[in-house]
């Protein structure tokens, strides 16, 4: 780390300032504001699922809260309304967040979107393929949605074809 261009001390040119809180706009922000938010999660009472690690679940009595991670937006649901407008001017307090309102749709391709992320700062010419494919995928299914009702069943199940896999390793 070097000191910016213009900026630099001529008594003490080695010498950078400890930041007490990631700047928005660095490479680390993105992971420091995922830190906070999972820290204050945790002590909020939530569980981090071990299988998707952006998804937490607050059991609290009989009511459950679930809030969902998608890179810089949170998605929030639950059972109990107040239980969750609670919680969500608790989240805008100490987070600086926005509430956007109910969400009205949303589409499925959070895995996918993960995994090119991983590699977003080196991304290889497979990469590139498997993102103009999602954009193709996006541009020609804006008509489609998931819709869930309150008389829906709790359950979900999901499939897939196996022909658009991503990859074994995976």
Same mark, same amino acid.
């Given at each position: 780390?070097?000191?910016?261009?213009?900026?630099?001390?001529?008594?003490?040119?080695?010498?950078?300032?400890?930041?007490?809180?990631?700047?928005?706009?660095?490479?680390?922000?993105?992971?420091?504001?995922?830190?906070?938010?999972?820290?204050?999660?945790?002590?909020?009472?939530?569980?981090?699922?071990?299988?998707?690690?952006?998804?937490?679940?607050?059991?609290?009595?009989? !009511?459950? &809260?679930?809030?969902?991670?998608?890179?810089?937006? /949170?998605?929030? +649901?639950? *059972?109990?309304?107040?239980? =969750?407008?609670?919680?969500?001017?608790?989240?805008?307090?100490?987070?600086?967040?926005?509430?956007?309102?109910?969400?009205?749709?949303?589409?499925?391709?959070?895995?996918?979107?993960?995994?090119?992320?991983?590699?977003?700062?080196?991304?290889?010419?497979? !990469?590139? &393929?498997?993102?103009?494919?999602?954009?193709?995928? /996006?541009?020609? +299914?804006? *008509?489609?949605?998931?819709? =869930?009702?309150?008389?829906?069943?709790?359950?979900?199940?999901?499939?897939?074809?196996?022909?658009?896999?991503?990859?074994?390793?995976?």
């Amino acid at each position: 780390m070097h000191q910016p261009p213009g900026f630099i001390d001529k008594d003490f040119p080695s010498h950078v300032c400890k930041l007490h809180k990631a700047i928005y706009g660095l490479k680390q922000a993105p992971h420091a504001w995922f830190h906070e938010l999972k820290t204050f999660l945790l002590q909020s009472g939530f569980q981090n699922s071990h299988t998707d690690t952006s998804l937490f679940v607050l059991h609290l009595g009989q !009511h459950l &809260v679930y809030l969902l991670v998608y890179v810089d937006d /949170l998605i929030i +649901t639950g *059972d109990d309304v107040h239980l =969750l407008n609670r919680f969500t001017n608790l989240l805008a307090h100490r987070l600086s967040l926005k509430d956007l309102g109910q969400l009205s749709y949303f589409l499925d391709i959070a895995y996918i979107v993960n995994k090119l992320s991983q590699f977003m700062h080196q991304p290889t010419t497979e !990469h590139w &393929v498997l993102a103009k494919r999602l954009l193709r995928y /996006l541009c020609g +299914t804006t *008509d489609l949605g998931l819709q =869930l009702h309150c008389d829906s069943p709790s359950s979900l199940h999901a499939f897939s074809d196996a022909l658009h896999a991503y990859s074994d390793a995976d």
